[in-house]
């Protein structure tokens, strides 16, 4: 345990000097980032610039080439980590949402506590249906999702990844593809999961958002990062050069 | 270009001259050289008269007697060499060996039977007479028939004849029991014309000269009395040729006229109207009678089609699903699983099913490795199976592949595992999709349970051509073609549904 907790040096996450390549692409050149239990991290950065990969790291969607990851204690950059059981600690939301379309939205929700976790099926839809009020969209159970807005089916996917009981949630520019008056709704959903206090990084271009809700900022600039420190700093005097050009270019686009 | 044809007419007289020195040359493979073995059965007035003495017969004359002491001569063998010998009936339409040399038991030739013995050219034609009643204006046409109160006797070639080809205005009258009846209404008029076999109402109008209209006419069935042989019997050839001397000698005329009084080609044939080129095609088609009376034996056939479809159906459905997932299988311990699959797509889907099919067949009847169906039927299923897994496989492939990886990642992402993953998340959806290509493929395997005929399987299309050989008309296969039609229409509809279905989600989907 105390091995552990100093390659984490306390943090709950600790990623120290990640580095991922696709072919001969790096993305990621050696990224050191930490976050601790009940914090709210926000990354930001360019398009390209490797906030997916990151997150999909910590998930193992993506093996890394070098480097460390731990979460929770646990070194899961090793080679004998149980990628399935790990899985089910953090919760991934994509900016596709990504529901499944064969199935009902209760069905959805209930799929990896049946089956992954081995919940009675009584069990999950309980905790399924409590979720789903908790999102405000307990009438649209039997739903298909093809039946429901963008917002509404993004709403669900954070249902599904919550109904694993995850000590860490990565939210991957979740509000991305949705109309700008559907965002609200999503954004009130993950305000309320910070305020529970639920461990979440989350990829964003939603600066208000970031500034608002997150307890620090790091700034992702191709496959580095350039500067990180809490948003009143980051985004009221950036010290580094790139950061501001990069906030300028954001607050041009209008979505500050 | 004259001496071309010098060359080949000097060809073909030393060949004729070769043929005929070889076939005067070699004595006829008879059962003993030099000896002839006859097969008769009692009782047959006029074509065996005698009495039976155990398996011979003694101080036989008649029709059929006559003609085999004629055969033998042609064939060189003295008739104290002769010898007859009882074979019944019921024995001589059997297969297998065979105690004469030939049989002449009044036996008609038909393709079924030509099946399991061999049959002689015929030397009797069984022809239908037609007796008219006095005052009954003399038919020339077998239109003229049509119009005439008609009678036959029950369960005849006449009646038959009647009922089916003439077809009447007026129902015949039909007496049972015997001909007497039928030749008094004759007598009486309530019959005008009787249709009964030539030999017995010429010996019946004989025997009361000045009661009937006379005996006007003959009707051609196309049917004639052959000598029974064992199947592919070498002495075949001889005894066709013998009899076909025979016949052109006036010798087999002369004996009908001395056996049954008449000689037949003084009877006038009568002819139908001859068929336009597309009333034919009609009739060799789709004639009704030949439809209905196809039916029944087609649909035995057809039986096994349906069963060969859907057990094959059933394990294409799952092993192509098994295939599909091993070919998609992730990760170098993987590889040779992947190879084999990838190899045994491209060779099934690649070779024609008809050489499967043979392939199958050897393997079982040779018994390799001790695997060995036992039965055709299962041989047919096994080919279908090998054959239409590989094609099924490559559609689950291209279903599976048709779920974006988004889907696959996102049941991952949840900690649900490889194999959890692909059967909740992507085989449901892959399915879906695959549903009209697959039906589509089932089309083909239904019709292509037709190609298990060529390995005996007795199927539909089997019967069919049975059909058609023994009644000289093709209507069977229409019949085979209907059957298949109407098991494809069903399936091809609902695929057209389902495919019309998925486009009006997809356009709903847009929007
Ligand atoms: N599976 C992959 N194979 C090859 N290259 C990849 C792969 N995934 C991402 N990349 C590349 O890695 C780089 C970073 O991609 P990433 O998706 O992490 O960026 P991002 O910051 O999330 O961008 P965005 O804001 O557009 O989502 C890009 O250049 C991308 O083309
Ligand atoms: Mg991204």
Redo the contacts with the bound molecule.
């Keep these: 345990m105390n091995t552990v907790s100093a390659e984490a040096n306390g943090h709950f996450v600790s990623l120290q000097s990640v580095t991922k390549r696709?072919d001969d692409?790096e993305?990621l050149h050696g990224i050191d980032l930490d976050v601790d239990l009940h914090q709210v991290v926000c990354i930001i950065?360019a398009?390209?610039?490797?906030?997916?990969?990151l997150l999909r790291c910590v998930n193992l969607l993506e093996r890394v080439d070098a480097g460390t990851i731990v979460v929770d204690g646990q070194k899961i950059t090793g080679t004998k980590v149980d990628v399935n059981t790990l899985r089910q600690k953090i919760g991934i939301v994509f900016q596709s949402y990504n529901l499944f379309p064969h199935m009902t939205v209760l069905q959805n929700v209930t799929l990896a506590p049946i089956r992954a976790r081995k919940l009675s099926k009584t069990e999950a839809r309980a905790r399924a249906r409590e979720l789903l009020v908790l999102i405000g969209l307990e009438e649209k159970a039997d739903e298909y999702p093809d039946r429901l807005s963008g917002g509404q089916q993004q709403r669900v996917a954070i249902a599904r990844a919550l109904a694993m009981n995850p000590t860490l949630m990565l939210l991957d520019?979740i509000t991305s593809a949705l109309d700008p008056q559907l965002i609200g709704e999503v954004l009130d959903l993950v305000r309320s999961l910070a305020d529970e206090g639920m461990t979440m990084i989350v990829?964003t271009h939603e600066m208000g958002f970031a500034r608002e809700v997150a307890d620090k900022v790091c700034f992702l600039d191709a496959g580095v990062i350039r500067e990180e420190g809490p948003p009143a700093q980051i985004f009221s005097s950036p010290r580094e050069e790139r950061t501001r050009q990069f906030l300028e270019r954001v607050l041009e686009a209008g979505r500050m | 270009m004259r001496r071309i044809a010098l060359a080949a007419a000097a060809l073909a007289v030393c060949a004729t001259t070769a043929v005929a020195a070889s076939a005067q040359t070699a004595a006829p493979p008879t059962k003993q050289a030099g000896k002839l073995v006859v097969g008769f059965d009692l009782p047959a007035p006029a074509f065996w008269n005698g009495r039976a003495s155990g398996n011979t017969i003694k101080h036989p004359t008649g029709f059929e007697h006559s003609l085999s002491l004629d055969i033998a001569k042609q064939l060189g063998i003295s008739a104290a060499n002769v010898q007859f010998l009882r074979a019944p009936f019921s024995t001589i339409l059997l297969g297998g060996k065979k105690p004469y040399d030939f049989a002449l038991e009044e036996t008609t030739i038909t393709p079924a039977r030509a099946r399991v013995i061999s049959f002689s050219s015929s030397y009797f034609s069984a022809n239908q007479g037609v007796l008219i009643a006095k005052g009954t204006p003399k038919p020339t046409k077998i239109s003229d028939l049509k119009s005439l109160q008609t009678c036959a006797q029950a369960s005849t070639t006449g009646l038959d004849w009647i009922q089916h080809k003439l077809r009447p205005a007026k129902k015949p009258h039909v007496y049972s029991a015997s001909s007497t009846a039928a030749f008094d209404a004759v007598q009486a008029g309530t019959c005008q014309a009787l249709i009964l076999d030539v030999p017995i109402i010429v010996s019946q109008a004989k025997k009361k000269p000045g009661a009937y209209g006379g005996v006007v006419a003959q009707i051609n069935t196309h049917e004639g009395y052959g000598a029974v042989m064992a199947k592919n019997s070498p002495l075949k050839p001889y005894v066709s040729k013998a009899i076909n001397a025979l016949s052109k000698n006036a010798t087999i005329g002369k004996l009908i006229f001395r056996w049954f009084g008449y000689y037949p080609y003084k009877i006038p044939v009568l002819k139908s109207r001859r068929r336009s080129g597309v009333g034919q095609l009609l009739h060799t088609f789709f004639s009704p009678l030949d439809f209905l009376r196809a039916v029944p034996q087609v649909w035995s056939g057809f039986q096994f089609n349906i069963k060969m479809m859907v057990v094959a159906e059933a394990l294409v459905l799952v092993l192509a699903l098994l295939v599909a997932i091993v070919r998609g299988l992730p990760g170098r311990a993987a590889l040779p699983f992947r190879a084999i699959a990838i190899v045994y797509t491209d060779v099934f889907r690649g070779t024609p099913l008809v050489l499967v099919l043979f392939m199958v067949l050897s393997f079982s009847t040779l018994n390799i490795l001790g695997l060995s169906s036992g039965s055709l039927f299962t041989d047919g299923v096994i080919a279908l199976t090998i054959v239409y897994t590989a094609y099924v496989t490559e559609v689950y492939r291209a279903g599976i592949e048709s779920v974006h990886p988004s889907q696959r990642m996102a049941a991952r992402s949840l900690g649900l595992n490889y194999a959890q993953a692909l059967r909740f998340v992507v085989l449901p959806q892959a399915i879906r999709r695959v549903v009209p290509p697959l039906l589509n493929d089932f089309i083909g395997l239904q019709k292509d349970t037709a190609l298990v005929t060529i390995i005996g399987v007795t199927e539909a299309v089997a019967q069919a051509n049975f059909y058609s050989t023994d009644y000289f008309n093709a209507s069977g296969l229409t019949v085979a073609a209907v059957f298949f039609i109407i098991l494809t229409i069903p399936l091809a509809r609902f695929t057209d549904h389902l495919i019309k279905e998925r486009e009006k989600r997809e356009r709903a989907q847009l929007v």
């Design positions: 696709f692409l993305v950065g398009s390209g610039s490797g906030k997916s990969t520019e990829a």
